[in-house]
């Protein structure tokens, strides 16, 4: 472990690795909403990722991945704030990044650049305990770049040669290398009047207050504040983040009210929803058409399920879960939303980043909700926002995000034409 910590170059290394997702996180902590901004900084710095990514040792493998996963996701560590393990925290934090390590030792085993070249597109299909957030693919999302394996290959092939000696040599194969791996299409932006007169809403409820039962009557009350605003302003749907309604919906009264409500403007609202002593974690879509629900597919890695063998499994579903008869349980497959004709796909946080999700989906528009405020403040949401970012070019979507205790928004397949919805 010391010599993990005292290892400066992997250190620098895995800081270049991650830059344009930390830069990408200023530009949103301090609300820079410029698109070139972020085009042109990405541009330049996911292709660090790739550098970092050949010019790593063999001996400095281990340490670049173990400050790779600490940089990236020690967000992770911050839900136990809210449980009974708080003293865990440092502990998880250095667990994610030990798993990273030895994935990266694996990973720049061999430094032969081809290889490296193959194991950095192989990268993202390669999933630790299920979490699937490690996809340096998405690190080009904003980038003038196309993100498929092809382009990014180019762009490898380019970094190769331009750290090749004599550089002169190989100059010119590299820039052309990079000029094939351009997206020209890229500025070309989607019609959004496809997605209707949507509000997507950002809730600002804590979360040490959300499963409270003394603060349901605010969360009911700003709930329909909200509905009334969007019914002032005409509009169609209204979009709650992931469990904006905290308690399982059908077994409430307010369910009541959201359905005479629906009546001049759509809902569609994140809830729970129990069924015997299985807990889902569900989408409600309530019209003048009737009630929709749509259960959570893929659940979060140790936030929601344990993925582990059963006999560890279950000891720990009761230590972290509780002695509650009630586990999260999912769907087996996802679902399609109709309303007025037109077709979404509705998504629960964690599955809003998962591949499968999106490559098996003949619908142009997904929607997805999440409670952002487990892992406030870090760098979660901007790694999230990069992530959809990547799959709505990836696989030509428009996503809308609503999001509690960070920014809602609506992503297009191409690099312009983002719309960004503040918290009020």
């Known amino acids: 472990m010391r010599l993990i910590l005292f290892n400066q170059n992997a250190f620098l290394l895995a800081c270049a690795f991650v830059s344009s997702v930390y830069v990408n996180a200023v530009l949103d902590a301090y609300a820079i909403e410029n698109p070139y901004i972020s085009i042109i ?23 670049l991945g173990f400050f790779v996963g600490a940089l990236l996701f020690y967000w992770c560590a911050l839900s136990f704030r809210y449980s009974d393990f708080t003293y865990l925290l440092p502990l998880i934090i250095v667990l994610i990044a030990l798993v990273y390590g030895v994935l990266f030792y694996l990973l720049l085993y061999f430094e032969n650049p081809y290889f490296r ?23 080009f999302s904003y980038s003038v770049f196309r993100v498929d394996k092809l382009s990014l290959g180019l762009v490898f092939l380019a970094c190769i040669f331009l750290s090749a000696k004599p550089l002169k040599k190989y100059r010119i194969i590299a820039v052309l290398l990079l000029l094939g791996a351009l997206d020209f299409n890229g500025f070309k932006t989607s019609d959004l009047k496809k997605v209707g007169n949507i509000e997507l809403v950002s809730t600002k409820t804590p979360q040490d207050l959300k499963f409270d039962s003394n603060y349901l009557n605010n969360i009911e009350n700003n709930i329909l504040k909200e509905i009334k605003l969007a019914q002032s302003k005409q509009k169609t749907l209204i979009v709650f983040p992931e469990t904006a309604y905290p308690i399982a919906l059908e077994n409430s009264p307010f369910k009541a009210k959201l359905e005479d409500l629906s009546n001049n403007i759509a809902i569609l609202i994140g ?30 890695p140790f936030g929601e ?44 946080c964690y599955e809003g980043t998962s591949k499968p999700a999106y490559s098996n989906s003949p619908s142009k528009i997904f929607i997805v909700m999440s409670n952002n405020a487990w892992f406030s403040p870090s760098i979660e949401p901007t790694l999230q926002k990069t992530l959809l970012k990547y799959y709505a070019r990836r696989y030509g979507k428009i996503i809308l995000h609503s999001a509690n ?3 809602s928004y609506i992503l297009n397949p191409s690099l312009l034409g983002d719309i960004l919805f503040r918290k009020r």
């Open 305 to 348: 399920t344990m993925p582990l063998p059963e006999f560890l499994q279950k000891p720990l579903e009761k230590l972290f879960f509780g002695e509650s008869a009630y586990l999260y349980r999912n769907a087996s497959n996802f679902s399609d939303f109709t309303l007025d004709d037109s077709t979404f796909r509705p998504l629960i």
């Open 41 to 63: 900084l990405t541009s330049l710095l996911a292709p660090l990722s790739m550098l970092a990514f050949l010019k790593t040792p063999k001996n400095s493998a281990f340490a």
């Open 117 to 139: 070249l193959l194991s950095f597109l192989g990268s993202s299909f390669i999933h630790p305990f299920g979490f699937d957030w490690l996809v340096p693919d998405s690190f």
């Open 405 to 407: 205790f960070s920014t």
């Open 271 to 300: 809830t729970l929803r129990t069924q015997g002593y299985s807990l889902y974690n569900s989408s409600f879509l309530f019209s003048k058409e009737g009630v929709q629900i749509a259960d959570k597919v893929v659940l979060a």
